[in-house]
């Protein structure tokens, strides 16, 4: 059974940086594509950014230079690094696998932008 | 990157069927077969309910739907049931090599 379990979330002010991470098992985690999605509270989802399996990165334009994605393929594990925090970063971000659309998804991490 | 448009609500009884819209541009929904859906509940993890178009993993109510026409896709549930009550998502893959999400939709079963 796949399981993907994120930590690392939590309050943090304006300016400031938290590094998320997501705990993956069940599955070859090598051979699979990840990604970060947030949801806003009472918003919809949005797309953060994906690593490939070859270590290739993408991001949409809002989070593009402030945050990055990684990935330890020994330790099972994908991070998130989010830096120069704002209060639209609020959200609950989601941990997902899947090739080319998010397939299995984690329960998410409150990340929390307020002074 | 614009967010495909869907209905912000939508509503059927037990037994109809009802359809979810998702317009993109050619740059998004219309330019590609990676078109997903998406089922939520409150509180909840979303849940993959269609991929690549019209594909229902392996679990999923062949209730489930989906089709596009053009820049627009569709994702159909027919025989509602009260479990469907839900927020529904569409996401596509854009010519960014990025990934983009609709605004979502409430469907109520009355």
């Known amino acids: 059974e796949v399981q993907l379990v994120e930590s690392g979330g939590g309050l943090v002010q304006p300016g400031g940086s938290l590094r998320l991470s997501c705990a993956a098992s069940g599955f070859t985690f090598s051979d699979h594509d990840m990604h970060w999605v947030r949801q806003a509270p009472g918003k919809a989802l949005e797309w953060v950014s994906a690593i490939g399996t070859t270590g290739d990165t993408y991001y949409p334009v809002s989070v593009k230079g402030r945050f990055t994605i990684s990935r330890d393929n020994a330790k099972n594990s994908l991070y998130l690094q989010m830096n120069s925090l704002r209060a639209g970063d609020t959200a609950v971000y989601f941990c997902a696998s899947g090739t080319g659309t998010p397939i299995d998804w984690g329960q998410g991490t409150l990340v929390t932008v307020s002074s | 990157q614009s967010a495909p448009t869907q209905p912000a609500s939508v509503s059927g009884s037990p037994g109809q069927s009802i359809t979810i819209s998702c317009t993109g541009t050619?740059?998004?929904?219309?330019?590609?077969?990676?078109v997903s859906w998406y089922q939520q509940y409150p509180g909840k993890a979303p849940k993959l309910i269609i991929y690549?178009?019209?594909i229902r993993p392996s679990g999923v109510s062949n209730r489930f739907s989906g089709s596009k026409s053009g820049n627009t896709a569709s994702l159909t549930i027919s025989g509602l049931q009260a479990e469907d009550g839900a927020d529904y998502y569409c996401s596509s893959y854009t010519r960014s090599s990025t990934l983009v999400f609709g605004g979502g939709t409430k469907l109520t079963v009355l």
């Open positions: 690549e178009v019209s």
């Open positions: 050619s740059s998004d929904v219309g330019g590609y077969k990676y």
